[in-house]
C-alpha cells in the first residue's frame, strides 16, 4: 500500500501547479479550481512560501494557519481577527500586527 503525503499548499502555489495541466485533457474540477486560484491568488507562488515560513517561524502560527493568512491577505487587525477567531488560541494585537507587517511584504 503507498502513503500519501499531505502537504498544506497555498492558492498561489495551487495556481502555479494546476498552471502546468494541459487544460485540453483537464477534468472539469480541475478547471473550476484553475479558474478560481486565477483569480483570488494574491501574490506569486515564490513569495507566499516566503511569507509562510516567516509567519511560522516568527508568529508562532502553525502551516495552516499561516498558509490560511496567505491565502486571506488581511489588511486590518480587525480582518485578520474575523479570520483568526476560528482557531483555538487568541493572538495578542502585538502580534497581529507583526503577522501584518509580514503579510504586507507581498
Given at each position: 500500500?503507498?502513503?500519501?503525503k499531505?502537504?498544506?499548499?497555498?492558492?498561489?502555489?495551487?495556481?502555479?501547479i494546476?498552471?502546468?495541466?494541459?487544460?485540453?485533457?483537464?477534468?472539469?474540477?480541475?478547471?473550476?479550481?484553475?479558474?478560481y486560484?486565477?483569480?483570488?491568488?494574491?501574490t506569486?507562488?515564490?513569495?507566499?512560501?516566503?511569507?509562510?515560513?516567516?509567519?511560522?517561524?516568527?508568529?508562532?502560527?502553525?502551516?495552516?494557519?499561516?498558509?490560511?493568512?496567505?491565502?486571506?491577505?488581511?489588511?486590518?487587525?480587525?480582518?485578520?481577527?474575523?479570520f483568526?477567531?476560528?482557531?483555538?488560541?487568541?493572538?495578542?494585537t502585538?502580534?497581529?500586527?507583526?503577522?501584518?507587517?509580514?503579510?504586507?511584504?507581498?
Open positions: 500500500m503507498t502513503k500519501v499531505k502537504t498544506v499548499i497555498s492558492t498561489p502555489e495551487a495556481k502555479e494546476l498552471e502546468k495541466i494541459d487544460i485540453e485533457k483537464a477534468d472539469q474540477i480541475q478547471k473550476r479550481t484553475l479558474d486560484v486565477t483569480k483570488f491568488s494574491k506569486t507562488p515564490e513569495k507566499a512560501k516566503e511569507i509562510r515560513e516567516k509567519l511560522v517561524k516568527e508568529c508562532s502560527l502553525t502551516d495552516e494557519e499561516a498558509t490560511e493568512l496567505v491565502n486571506i491577505m488581511p489588511k486590518s487587525i480587525g480582518e485578520t481577527r474575523v483568526t477567531s476560528g482557531w483555538k488560541k487568541l493572538l495578542p502585538e502580534d497581529i500586527e507583526k503577522i501584518l507587517k509580514i503579510l504586507s511584504e507581498a
